[in-house]
């Protein structure tokens, strides 16, 4: 007999990244990166980000456990599309103008 693992706080859409149930916007993988980037406690998250119960962080970070090279995979995937945007992008009119008086 097999067991099937049951988030209900959130929900995977078929070929999409798992998410909140209640605020669709908020994805696992958001709420793993505080984890990962901070080492903040599901509780010094959901005081972080009061939006999130404690319920939905103590779930993204099971789903997490249970399925960490796809949220890792989904890390990466993220931060290489962040890195090639911001190598493209032209710098901000701050920064022109601060190189422009030699003070960058």
Not at 24 to 35: E, F
Not at 41 to 51: A, K, L, W
Not at 57 to 81: C, L, P, S, V
Request: a neutral charge.
């Amino acid at each position: 007999m097999t067991s099937e693992v049951i988030y209900p706080h959130l929900e995977k859409p078929e070929n999409q990244s798992a998410r909140l149930k209640r605020i669709p916007r908020i994805r696992v993988a958001q709420i793993v990166m505080d984890y990962l980037a901070y080492g903040w406690s599901v509780e010094e998250m959901c005081r972080q980000h009061p939006y999130l119960k404690l319920s939905e962080a103590h779930a993204a970070m099971a789903y997490y456990f249970d399925f960490q090279d796809e949220i890792e995979a989904e890390i990466r995937r993220e931060w290489e599309e962040v890195k090639q945007e911001k190598s493209t992008a032209s710098p901000s009119p701050f920064v022109v103008r601060m190189r422009m008086k030699g003070l960058i």
